[in-house]
């Protein structure tokens, strides 16, 4: 008799429980905007002119893409003449092709035409930073 209330109790515990842990894994704990502003014609007008492109690949859901986020928008404030490009990778396969991108944790510098850096899930701003300034 006292065991179908414990089960139940247990029970209880348990769903609130993986809910709880659903929720901490699934949704991302450093959530900020992210958009896409990349274009084709944008990419290659700014490679025609020499300039330096830091092109970003993130998922919305994507912790480590959200805290790239973060420095690339740091960055974007301090680097005045470089272009920021940003797509989500699961609806523009179409770019990731195009740029040899498999990983959306990516960051790619560009120096007009040639790539000058690549790096996958890095969070870590100095390197971020030292990334870009190699296209500068």
Known sequence: MIRKPIIMLLSHI?????FTFFLFIFLPVNAVEKKTNFSIEIFEEA???GKTIVINSYEVWC??????????????KKF???IFLSYEQSK???IAKKLGIKFWTTI????????VARIVG???KKIIYNAIQKGV
């Open 92 to 94: 523009n396969k179409n």
């Open 122 to 124: 890095q969070t870590n």
């Open 63 to 76: 912790g480590t893409c959200g805290q790239q986020t973060k420095i690339l928008d740091q960055a974007e």
């Open 47 to 49: 490679k025609a002119s």
């Open 108 to 115: 790619v510098v560009y120096k007009g035409d040639k790539e």
């Open 14 to 18: 348990l769903t609130k429980l993986f």
């Open 80 to 82: 005045k003449n470089i």
